[in-house]
């Protein structure tokens, strides 16, 4: 399909351990957004890529948290020494441009459960 | 701070009946407003885009007015199918320079058969 892939869909793993989640954004799109959403709540906004570079990551809530996006295409999410309250479903989004309201076409998430 | 108020938090109607759902919203200066919908276990999806000089926009059943004077939205969903059972965000963008725009938690829509 033409929409925006991630895998893996549901990933569970123990505290402490790392995690890599991946993006495939559609095809053309510049800017890539990661997101965080935990149940009941809105997305959380973690860090926005525009081409291979992280524009912002100001979203990211400690060091533990980093991601790339090494040929302005697919990105990975990677968590260090995962926590408990990192459980959350991880949202991807890709647009064009990226500028200010662009629409943003959503991934399905992957679901990361702690252990 | 910008921030996205939705309200009810949680509805629960009738299957064919009507239903408002609210937004405010304090992101100045202001781009735009998105609704988007989101299916359990789906990513959201775009319904509708108001920017400053639109009052209202209709997607089908789905209509959203704009008060960008006292900064509110709504969304308003026609003759109710069960499939409309979702949550529904909104989302505003500013212009300020930020590439980031601010959601708001979602109202959660159950339609009953």
């Known amino acids: 399909g033409a929409g925006v892939s991630q895998t893996p869909s549901n990933k569970v793993t123990e505290k402490g351990k790392y995690v890599e989640l991946r993006c495939d954004p559609i095809s053309g799109h510049t800017a890539l957004y990661w997101y965080r959403q935990s149940l009941g709540q809105g997305p959380e906004f973690l860090i926005y890529?525009?081409?291979?570079?992280?524009?912002?990551d100001s979203g990211l809530p400690n060091d533990r948290f980093f991601a790339v996006r090494p040929e302005g295409s697919v990105s990975t999410l990677k968590i260090q020494r995962t926590e408990r309250g990192d459980s959350a479903v991880y949202l991807c989004?890709?647009?064009?441009?990226?500028?200010?309201?662009?629409?943003?076409?959503f991934g399905p998430g992957t679901r990361l459960t702690v252990l | 701070k910008n921030q996205v108020e939705q309200s009810p938090q949680s509805l629960i109607i009738l299957e064919g009946k009507n239903c408002t759902l609210q937004?405010?919203?304090?992101?100045?200066?202001?781009?735009?407003l998105r609704w988007y919908k989101q299916d359990t276990g789906r990513g959201p999806v775009s319904l509708t885009i108001?920017?400053?000089?639109?009052n209202t926009k209709s997607n089908g059943r789905y209509t959203a007015t704009l008060d960008a004077d006292t900064k509110q939205s709504s969304l308003h969903i026609t003759a109710s199918q069960l499939s409309d059972s979702a949550s529904y965000i909104c989302?505003?963008?500013?212009?300020?320079?930020?590439?980031?725009?601010?959601f708001g938690r979602g109202t959660s829509l159950i339609v009953h058969p």
């Open positions: 989302v505003v963008s500013g212009t300020g320079g930020s590439y980031i725009p601010t």
């Open positions: 108001m920017t400053f000089s639109e």
């Open positions: 937004c405010n919203y304090t992101v100045s200066p202001f781009s735009n």
């Open positions: 890529f525009q081409g291979t570079g992280a524009a912002d």
């Open positions: 989004a890709s647009s064009l441009p990226g500028l200010a309201g662009d629409e943003q076409f």
